[in-house]
């Protein structure tokens, strides 16, 4: 932006020295004293325009959206972005990255932004967002209840209510059976096993957890 400027200030300086050097003896005109002036005039205001925009990226949590603008709750206060049609939205899904539009946006998404902020409007023109996965989460219990039909456990952990475990085509399985690990899988658990499993919440359902990893210890009674 630095060069764009400099760029724009060098025609300034310019322009009135070739009106000036034209043809020796002959006055400029009127019409091109005008034209000259409203060059000046629409380099200045794009100079000007060009200082009040910086690029600018922050990181935060979606606090209301709409089909326009998002506002989003930083550490240090509320930003307000502008949502343009040529917007990139994407998030990480199960390890590969997948474009969004807009009306994936949501509250409560925590998400990094990037773009350009104009400081007359203090507005933040989102270019490309990026949707923060959401973070895992671990339990550790008994396996109470094995559904072969829904390829679901019920894990009860030492505390709290019980945790349904969905298995999922991508959920790692391994056997720890006292001296090594080994590969395991969904038939190789059984009721009465103590399992360590590391998932995702399932969204909008409470106790239920998606499962990337499990470790199944086996029987530790």
Do not use: C, Y
């Not at 989102?126 to 894990?155: M, W």
């Amino acid at each position: 932006m630095k060069k764009l400027i400099t760029f724009l200030l060098l025609l300034l300086i310019v322009s009135p020295v070739l009106a000036q050097t034209a043809t020796p003896g002959i006055t400029p005109t009127t019409t091109k004293d005008k034209q000259i002036e409203d060059l000046k005039d629409r380099i200045a205001t794009k100079v000007a325009e060009l200082s009040q925009t910086q690029r600018s990226a922050i990181f935060g949590k979606v606090k209301a959206v709409s089909l326009s603008t998002a506002t989003i709750e930083t550490q240090t206060k509320d930003i307000k972005i502008e949502l343009t049609d040529d917007i990139t939205i994407f998030q990480n899904i199960k390890g590969k990255r997948t474009e969004l539009s807009i009306e994936d946006l949501a509250k409560d998404d925590v998400v990094t932004v990037f773009g350009e902020h104009d400081a007359t409007l203090d507005l933040l023109k989102a270019k490309v967002i990026f949707i923060q996965g959401v973070l895992p989460i671990r339990t550790t219990g008994i396996v109470t209840d094995i559904n072969k039909t829904n390829f679901t456990l019920t894990v009860k952990p030492p505390q709290g209510a019980d945790i349904t475990v969905d298995i999922e085509k991508f959920t790692k399985t391994t056997i720890w059976d006292g001296e090594d690990v080994a590969k395991g899988g969904f038939s190789k658990i059984v009721v009465g096993d103590t399992v360590h499993v590391t998932g995702t919440p399932v969204a909008k359902t409470e106790n239920r957890i998606s499962a990337d990893r499990i470790l199944d210890l086996g029987n530790q009674i």
